[in-house]
């Protein structure tokens, strides 16, 4: 019944800054001594900073999962195999210095597929593996 | 996506919702939000330029925003948390409680109101004692006639603006107003109704 209460009134404090109102906040902290304008400053400084490590942070965990999709589909690809993903995984070993490790296409495991296809376009290979699949 | 038979947002939903609601002013709110949990359930009076022993209020919202995006990280449930920022705030809640516990060693009675969904069917005579404490607590802290009148409404019952505006023939700017001066009194109310040793 307590635990009730407080969190009705939980929802009534958090409900106002979705709604974009800060000015209870601000009166609370106004009241226990607190600058708004010299916090407003500060976050804002934090924020930019962090907004730029948050989206690199975010690219590189899109990057990652890209790169473990591309890699599942394209070992699929060659246990089931699917002509075209093994034609280019095929070209991809010819054209680099990989030619001499990965010679037989059978053997090769999920972080030998991550390593050949981590420099292409992911996002591109994914769409063309999954049509592939189609 | 399902997790425990709840849906869960997938990356890229995360993705989308981060890219419309992490702005200055949300980021600025957080900020806003961290110093006052920390004052009125830890007592602490936060300095930004110093930290709390080693604990500063931005690590702990980036920590937050953060954990949403790594792999095994947090949770967005879309269905308890339609809004990606109450998620965000409620996370928050969370990282402040085992930050300053853990610093603290003491064990707080944190009660994570928007970690437990869980309805309580509520009693008569508890409902009416702690409405009652309410009551005289806001009385303590000023409130007007109006604010103790709008109490059980608005933040029990959650009524709507218009409905009360309406149920109190007062207009709705009157009824923002009021709304205004009860809220500044609401983590206050809280906190009281936390330290109170009632609980059934």
């Not at chain 2, 409902?127 to 309410?134: E, G, N, V």
Request: charged share 30%; glycine share 4%; hydrophobic share 35%.
């Amino acid at each position: 019944m307590k635990n009730n209460f407080i969190k009705k009134i939980d929802k009534a404090i958090i409900s106002q800054i979705i709604e974009g109102d800060s000015s209870t906040y601000d009166e609370i902290l106004k009241e226990e001594g607190f600058d708004i304008k010299e916090i407003e400053t500060y976050a804002l400084k934090n924020f930019r900073k962090h907004s730029f490590l948050l989206k690199a942070h975010i690219n590189k965990q899109r990057d990652t999962d890209l790169l473990e999709k591309a890699s599942a589909l394209l070992q699929n690809a060659i246990a089931k195999n699917v002509d075209k993903p093994i034609s280019y995984l095929k070209s991809l070993i010819a054209n680099n210095q990989f030619q001499v490790q990965y010679r037989n296409l059978d053997s090769l495991g999920i972080d030998e597929i991550k390593e050949i296809i981590k420099d292409q376009n992911l996002l591109e290979l994914l769409e063309q593996l999954e049509n592939d699949q189609k | 996506m399902k997790s425990d038979n709840r849906i869960v947002a997938s990356f890229d939903e995360k993705c989308k919702a981060i890219q419309e609601i992490y702005t200055p002013e949300f980021y600025a709110d957080l900020f806003k939000h961290a110093i006052i949990r920390l004052k009125t359930v830890f007592g602490i009076k936060y300095n930004h330029d110093k930290g709390f022993r080693g604990i500063m209020v931005e690590d702990m919202i980036n920590d937050t925003i953060e954990a949403f995006f790594k792999e095994g990280g947090r949770n967005w449930y879309p269905e308890k948390f339609p809004d990606f920022r109450m998620q965000i705030i409620s996370a928050l809640d969370s990282v402040i409680s085992n930050t300053l516990n853990a610093e603290l060693d003491k064990a707080n009675e944190t009660f994570e109101i928007l970690e437990n969904d869980i309805e309580m069917s509520f009693d008569d005579s508890d409902y009416q004692s702690l409405l009652s404490i309410c009551h005289d607590e806001l009385t303590a802290m000023g409130a007007t006639d109006y604010e103790l009148l709008l109490f059980e409404p608005y933040i029990i019952n959650g009524m709507k603006r218009n409905d009360l505006s309406e149920l109190l023939g007062i207009s709705n700017e009157e009824l923002t107003n009021i709304k205004k001066r009860l809220d500044r009194k609401l983590p206050y109310i809280k906190e009281k109704l936390k330290v109170l040793n009632y609980e059934k």
